[in-house]
């Protein structure tokens, strides 16, 4: 097995992991919504979810470099995750001080993820 190949290997893993712990973290927000704790847990579950599916996304990409992967969806598709990203983080600092707020975001996040499924028609 090669280098890029474990590393794919792990980067599945990580990504199976972050899925399978999601329904925990989301009934421990379901049984406390508005505890800072419980926000915390599931915006982590979330920011970890973001990351190991950009991560397995670039390596793909990275692997593919010249075949059936156009640059402008690659760049959207990267966009899209670096925002859900950065979405989950606000929440998680959200949950510090306004945790209704930071609930709202998270109940927004598959909304807006179901809402940019498709890439922009210029792309």
């Known amino acids: 097995m090669t280098r890029r190949q474990a590393l794919g290997a792990?980067?599945?893993h990580a990504l199976v992991f972050a899925v399978v712990i999601?329904?925990?973290?989301?009934?421990?927000?379901g049984r406390y919504p508005t505890a800072p704790v419980a926000l915390i847990l599931y915006g982590t579950n979330?920011?970890?979810?973001s990351v190991t599916l950009m991560l397995v996304w670039w390596?793909?990409?990275?692997a593919r470099r010249n075949t059936e992967i156009r640059p402008d969806i690659a760049r959207?598709?990267?966009?899209r995750f670096t925002i859900w990203l950065v979405l989950s983080l606000a929440g998680?600092?959200?949950?510090l001080f306004l945790p209704i707020a930071s609930l709202v975001l998270f109940a927004t996040l598959p909304l807006l993820y179901a809402c940019t499924s498709r890439p922009p028609?210029?792309?």
């Open 121 to 123: 028609k210029s792309a």
């Open 92 to 95: 998680i600092a959200l949950a």
């Open 59 to 62: 390596q793909m990409v990275r």
């Open 46 to 49: 979330v920011a970890f979810c």
């Open 76 to 79: 959207w598709v990267s966009l």
């Open 10 to 12: 792990h980067l599945i």
């Open 22 to 29: 999601l329904p925990f973290s989301a009934g421990v927000l």
